[in-house]
């Protein structure tokens, strides 16, 4: 388990009947202390009118007490669970976490690792598109057919409703961007969904129908000792998880983008802690081959991607796929078939170097060395908009190469950059392979800062 620290704020649910929920301060409380946590869509429902959000304005009212039947239907629900479960306390982000440009939201976004893990369940509400929506609604009854015999008992057939995919990985819950580490770091998770509720903890997952069911995706990322299980199981490298753990957070969406690079930083300080690998801007840090790889980043899909408009204190620098919009891929790379450069360096103190992605209040610039190279001899050009194509700018740092002392023979796997300032200030504009001779090799390398 993480730190023991309490979440800031938790809902008191009372007992059975209790008509009035508190919200209240967890200083001085003893722990360890059983809660439950709610993770939802919130929707347009509700939220724009500030039903089931607490803001400086209404803090002090919540904490003497909100009226149970004015809170949106997925809370109220929620609460009704956490009491037949005999849980005193509820954690819901839009209740628990003061909202606005004045609240908490920043602080409390970098404690997610512990809010999630240390609760005693995570209720999870796939069947609800909004907040407004609730969890528990009467079911669709399953369709049967009865059957004679020839000993005349009755044979009755079911509909299979045993769909752990469709119910909950394709639920629009788990389209979106903050609840992938919501699942992730809970140790225990109850589904609800249209056609039945899932179980699932360290031993797998549970239907109600009493069928164990296997989903490797689900158990690599259900496990409530991520990644500790899967480290042990396998002999993939750190840097490895980092990137399927990037590639799976890419296809997710956002209600605001600028929470990219926040909604990852729990399972990122997992990772960095049980790999001993620290990471930045989605980028992994500590060795050449794991800067290497992470900076090979693709657009997964032709159309290319969109920069995202951030506050100007946490612009992510343009060589993080944090700064975009879209789904990511990787240039195909196999172990121990690339030398990665050992003269690309990220500028910086080794401080701010050991944050995760969101948490810095400056962004971060790498020192590389670039090259000319002619766009009609790369073997395979990805680049990152739809416009950086055609920019006459461009030049290329060489990130890695095919093991060999013959430059001639070796396939370079290149960062495509363009002017970003004045001087020797560039932009990362998308990734390349490339063989020699589309190369300026015989031309000194000029120093570079990426931004």
Same mark, same amino acid.
């Given at each position: 388990?993480?730190?023991?620290?309490?979440?800031?704020?938790?809902?008191?649910?009372?007992?059975?009947?209790?008509?009035?929920?508190?919200?209240?301060?967890?200083?001085? #409380?003893?722990?360890?202390?059983?809660?439950?946590?709610?993770?939802?869509?919130?929707?347009?429902?509700?939220?724009?009118?500030?039903?089931?959000?607490?803001?400086?304005?209404?803090?002090?009212?919540h904490e003497r007490g909100i009226d149970f039947s004015r809170l949106p239907k997925a809370c109220?629900?929620?609460?009704?669970? /956490?009491?037949?479960?005999?849980?005193?306390?509820?954690?819901?982000?839009?209740?628990?976490?003061?909202?606005?440009?004045?609240?908490?939201?920043?602080?409390?976004?970098?404690? #997610?690792?512990?809010?999630?893990?240390?609760?005693?369940?995570?209720?999870?509400?796939?069947?609800?598109?909004?907040?407004?929506?609730?969890?528990?609604?009467?079911?669709?009854?399953?369709?049967?057919?009865?059957?004679?015999?020839?000993?005349?008992?009755?044979?009755?057939?079911?509909?299979?409703?045993?769909?752990?995919?469709?119910?909950?990985?394709?639920?629009?819950?788990?389209?979106?961007?903050?609840?992938?580490?919501?699942?992730?770091?809970?140790?225990?998770?109850?589904?609800? /969904?249209?056609?039945?509720?899932?179980?699932?903890?360290?031993?797998?997952?549970?239907?109600e129908t009493l069928t164990k069911m296997s989903n490797f995706r689900a158990g690599l990322y259900?496990?409530?000792?991520?990644?500790?299980?899967?480290?042990?199981?396998?002999?993939?490298?750190?840097?490895?998880?980092?990137?399927?753990?990037?590639?799976?957070?890419?296809?997710?969406?956002?209600?605001?983008?600028?929470?990219?690079?926040?909604?990852?930083?729990?399972?990122?300080?997992?990772?960095?802690?049980?790999?001993?690998?620290?990471?930045?801007?989605?980028?992994?840090?500590?060795?050449?081959?794991?800067?290497? &790889?992470?900076?090979?980043?693709?657009?997964?899909?032709?159309?290319?991607?969109?920069?995202?408009?951030?506050?100007? &204190?946490?612009?992510?620098?343009?060589?993080?796929? #944090?700064?975009?919009?879209?789904?990511?891929?990787?240039?195909?790379?196999?172990?121990?078939?690339?030398?990665?450069?050992?003269?690309?360096? #990220?500028?910086?103190?080794?401080?701010?170097?050991?944050?995760?992605?969101?948490?810095?209040?400056?962004?971060?610039?790498?020192?590389?060395?670039?090259?000319?190279?002619?766009?009609?001899?790369?073997?395979?050009?990805?680049?990152?908009?739809?416009?950086d194509a055609a920019r006459e700018d461009q030049k290329c740092v060489i990130v890695g190469r095919?093991?060999?002392?013959?430059?001639? &023979?070796? /396939?370079?796997?290149?960062?495509?950059?363009?002017?970003?300032?004045?001087?020797?200030?560039?932009?990362?504009?998308?990734?390349?392979?490339?063989?020699?001779?589309?190369?300026?090799?015989?031309?000194?390398?000029?120093?570079?800062?990426?931004?």
């Amino acid at each position: 388990m993480s730190p023991s620290r309490l979440p800031t704020r938790l809902l008191n649910v009372g007992g059975d009947g209790s008509s009035i929920i508190k919200l209240q301060k967890t200083k001085g #409380m003893n722990t360890p202390l059983n809660y439950i946590v709610l993770s939802f869509v919130w929707g347009s429902g509700g939220t724009s009118t500030g039903e089931g959000l607490t803001f400086p304005h209404n803090i002090e009212d919540h904490e003497r007490g909100i009226d149970f039947s004015r809170l949106p239907k997925a809370c109220r629900d929620a609460i009704t669970i /956490t009491r037949e479960l005999g849980i005193e306390y509820l954690w819901i982000d839009s209740l628990c976490i003061v909202q606005g440009p004045d609240g908490d939201f920043a602080e409390e976004a970098r404690s #997610m690792e512990g809010i999630f893990n240390n609760s005693y369940c995570l209720l999870a509400a796939c069947s609800s598109s909004s907040i407004q929506q609730g969890f528990l609604e009467p079911r669709q009854p399953r369709r049967t057919v009865s059957l004679g015999s020839l000993t005349g008992e009755a044979l009755v057939l079911c509909e299979l409703v045993d769909d752990f995919e469709r119910d909950v990985d394709l639920s629009p819950l788990y389209s979106r961007g903050w609840t992938l580490q919501e699942r992730t770091l809970a140790r225990r998770t109850i589904f609800f /969904t249209s056609k039945q509720m899932y179980w699932q903890c360290g031993e797998g997952i549970r239907c109600e129908t009493l069928t164990k069911m296997s989903n490797f995706r689900a158990g690599l990322y259900g496990s409530p000792d991520f990644p500790k299980s899967f480290l042990a199981k396998t002999k993939i490298s750190p840097v490895s998880i980092f990137k399927d753990l990037y590639k799976t957070y890419s296809r997710l969406q956002f209600s605001n983008w600028a929470d990219r690079p926040i909604a990852i930083l729990g399972l990122e300080h997992r990772l960095s802690r049980e790999t001993g690998c620290k990471s930045r801007h989605g980028i992994v840090l500590g060795k050449p081959e794991y800067l290497g &790889q992470s900076l090979m980043w693709r657009a997964a899909t032709e159309t290319g991607m969109c920069t995202i408009k951030f506050p100007s &204190q946490r612009q992510p620098p343009s060589w993080s796929w #944090m700064a975009y919009t879209g789904e990511i891929s990787y240039l195909d790379l196999r172990p121990g078939e690339v030398e990665w450069e050992s003269s690309i360096s #990220m500028i910086g103190t080794e401080s701010s170097a050991n944050e995760c992605s969101g948490e810095s209040s400056t962004s971060s610039s790498l020192s590389a060395q670039c090259l000319d190279f002619n766009r009609e001899n790369l073997a395979e050009a990805c680049y990152d908009g739809p416009e950086d194509a055609a920019r006459e700018d461009q030049k290329c740092v060489i990130v890695g190469r095919s093991p060999g002392s013959d430059d001639a &023979q070796s /396939t370079f796997y290149l960062l495509l950059i363009a002017r970003g300032g004045p001087g020797n200030i560039y932009l990362r504009i998308g990734v390349a392979l490339a063989e020699s001779k589309a190369l300026s090799l015989r031309v000194s390398p000029e120093d570079v800062v990426i931004i």
